[in-house]
């Protein structure tokens, strides 16, 4: 499933990226990497805020679906 497709307060593990973009990439610089547990904390308009080592970050929504998680 995309990271898009959590539900508010669902938590997931990172199983795949597409790493074609080079704002992915800064991400994976931020530690969303494969692997990592993400947590969907809230959604406004086309924004998304995630929880991931317990840090809170906030990106568009077609950065979000380039992550392909598996559902806790």
Known sequence: MCLTDLG?????????????SLNVQ???VMGLVEGS???HLSTAGNAYEF???S?????SKEEAQ???VELL
């Open 51 to 53: 929880e991931v080592f």
């Open 26 to 28: 800064r991400l994976m």
């Open 66 to 68: 380039h992550f392909t």
């Open 37 to 39: 547990v993400i947590k």
């Open 55 to 59: 840090n809170t970050i906030a990106f």
């Open 8 to 20: 508010l307060d669902q938590a997931g593990i990172i199983t795949s990226i597409n790493t074609a």
